[in-house]
């Protein structure tokens, strides 16, 4: 009789790839995948581990999946992912409801694990991660039907100082061209039609191979593939993007306008303490640079505010810089002093009440801006990939503009919509309406 097994994914898009790979090496006649925790033998937390907040969320859900160990029907709680590998052999102490532990680098043992007994294995499993999946992988989507993540490439060469990244998940390694598009080509025979490029550094991708492959390259091999309808990127460092990567942006019809890009900050000082490599001017040629080539593009970023020795004027900076920027997208996170990084033994670390008020302030001033920007679409139709039924108002359609990605950015609420109307097509939707980020519109083809 087949074990029951229930997967809990945590954390980032990247995090999701490796849980899927999880699911499709434990799917077959030895394990039966379940959606309910209370109907499993086993239950496995991929854990994450980026900031304190993700690892309290981490231990939480660990405890809460070890309760049916108690009160249901699990007998193994398998703990994988960032948090085992911060934390390590030192977690056997401290969640002895945890019969094993894997690294970042060690989830593709899985099945190895269940399948032994755990008197013949170790219960810790943390090296230096150096494993990264390729095609042949038996990954199962565990997204939309329709859209589905790639991972180009794992870890990062970057030692940007108030990030834990590189500690977590290794050096640069780079999958080559044919087995992403193998897996890519694979996933759009199962019904894929959009493809989001993630990795921890997507800018890098192809330096490690030192054989020329660059992410141009890539995009233009995904493109070939006839099923793939919409192609976005994810996660571009800012410094070093190549000029065949705009030009396959600018040029390609199946790759999106949208350029994921984390700027971080703008402040000149801020930038530097990071390290980030690179002043406000440089980020202002990087951008004109990248809408030079491809002048409708939408460029979503991220900053961090409250960073040790962010002054007012600091933070005045990068509220100007956002006004003058415009961007379409933006996420502003706090910054947390996470143990393990250079940023966590700084000076000058900010109060935590200025730096919630700082992220405030900046999402008022970029909710402003979108409004704006969203406004300026009403009465323009667009092509819009629908996603189904909304998660939060049962009879209502939602789908994507091509700037909007999965998850982080806003939806299109569609008004009326069609009787034919399915998931995974892309129809032409007049906008007639908009708030701060979302759009509410009508199918017109």
């Known amino acids: 009789m087949s074990e029951r097994v229930h997967l809990v994914s945590l954390g980032c898009p990247k995090n999701?790839?490796?849980?899927?790979?999880?699911?499709?090496?434990?799917?077959?006649?030895?394990?039966?995948?379940?959606?309910?925790?209370?109907?499993?033998?086993?239950?496995?937390?991929?854990?994450?581990?980026?900031i304190q907040p993700a690892t309290e969320e981490s231990i939480d859900t660990v405890l809460e999946m070890a309760g049916y160990k108690t009160h249901g029907k699990c007998e193994k709680l398998i703990v994988t992912g960032c948090m085992v590998q911060r934390f390590g052999n030192a977690?056997?102490?401290?969640?002895?409801?945890?019969?094993?532990?894997?690294?970042?680098?060690?989830?593709?043992?899985?099945?190895?694990?269940?399948?032994?007994?755990?008197?013949?294995?170790?219960?810790?499993?943390?090296?230096?991660?150096?494993?990264?999946?390729?095609?042949?992988?038996?990954?199962?989507?565990?997204?939309?039907?329709?859209?589905?993540?790639?991972?180009?490439?794992?870890?990062?060469?970057?030692?940007?100082?108030?990030?834990?990244?590189?500690?977590?998940?290794?050096?640069?390694?780079?999958?080559?061209?044919?087995?992403?598009?193998?897996?890519?080509?694979?996933?759009?025979?199962?019904?894929?039609?959009?493809?989001?490029?993630?990795?921890?550094?997507?800018?890098?991708?192809?330096?490690?191979?030192?054989d020329?492959?660059?992410?141009?390259?890539?995009?233009?091999?995904?493109?070939?593939?006839?099923?793939?309808?919409?192609?976005?990127?994810?996660?571009?460092?800012?410094?070093?993007?190549?000029?065949?990567?705009?030009?396959?942006?600018?040029?390609?019809?199946?790759?999106?306008?949208?350029?994921?890009?984390?700027?971080?900050?703008?402040?000149?000082?801020?930038?530097?303490?990071?390290?980030?490599?690179?002043?406000?001017?440089?980020?202002?040629?990087?951008?004109?640079?990248?809408r030079a080539h491809v002048p409708d593009i939408a460029v979503r970023t991220t900053f961090i505010v409250g960073f040790p020795g962010e002054t007012e004027q600091d933070f005045s900076e990068l509220v100007d810089f956002v006004k003058t920027q415009h961007f379409e997208r933006v996420g502003v996170f706090t910054y947390f002093q996470e143990d393990g990084t250079p940023a966590a033994q700084l000076p000058n670390q900010v109060p935590e009440e200025i730096k919630l008020e700082r992220q405030r302030i900046l999402m008022e001033t970029q909710a402003e801006i979108s409004a704006h920007r969203l406004s300026e679409m009403v009465g323009q139709v667009f092509p819009v990939l629908i996603d189904g039924q909304s998660e939060e108002h049962e009879w209502v359609i939602t789908g994507r503009l091509p700037s909007q990605a999965p998850e982080v950015d806003g939806q299109v609420?569609?008004?009326?919509?069609?009787?034919?109307?399915e998931a995974g097509q892309i129809r032409q939707v007049r906008i007639d309406r908009t708030s701060d980020y979302d759009l509410v519109g009508t199918v017109v083809g």
């Not at 790839?17 to 109907?39: C, N, T, Y």
Request: proline share 6%; charged share 30%.
């Open 16 to 50: 999701r790839v490796d849980s899927e790979v999880m699911i499709g090496k434990l799917r077959g006649d030895d394990f039966e995948l379940v959606d309910a925790p209370d109907d499993a033998d086993v239950i496995v937390v991929n854990t994450c581990s980026f």
């Open 212 to 290: 020329g492959t660059d992410l141009g390259q890539l995009i233009r091999a995904l493109a070939r593939i006839e099923k793939l309808e919409w192609i976005r990127l994810h996660y571009a460092y800012p410094i070093g993007i190549p000029k065949s990567l705009l030009e396959a942006i600018a040029e390609e019809p199946k790759v999106v306008a949208y350029l994921d890009m984390p700027l971080q900050h703008a402040s000149g000082p801020m930038l530097k303490a990071m390290p980030r490599g690179v002043t406000r001017a440089g980020q202002e040629r990087i951008l004109d640079r990248v």
């Open 91 to 210: 977690l056997e102490d401290e969640l002895p409801e945890v019969d094993h532990f894997l690294g970042t680098g060690e989830y593709h043992r899985i099945d190895e694990v269940l399948k032994s007994r755990s008197s013949e294995i170790p219960k810790t499993h943390v090296d230096v991660p150096m494993y990264i999946h390729d095609e042949m992988a038996p990954r199962v989507n565990s997204w939309k039907s329709h859209s589905a993540w790639l991972k180009i490439s794992e870890g990062c060469n970057h030692r940007c100082s108030f990030c834990i990244i590189p500690t977590l998940r290794g050096k640069l390694r780079s999958r080559t061209i044919d087995s992403l598009v193998a897996e890519a080509s694979r996933m759009a025979e199962e019904g894929v039609r959009e493809l989001n490029l993630v990795s921890q550094d997507s800018t890098a991708y192809g330096r490690d191979l030192a």
């Open 413 to 421: 609420y569609l008004d009326g919509p069609p009787d034919d109307i």
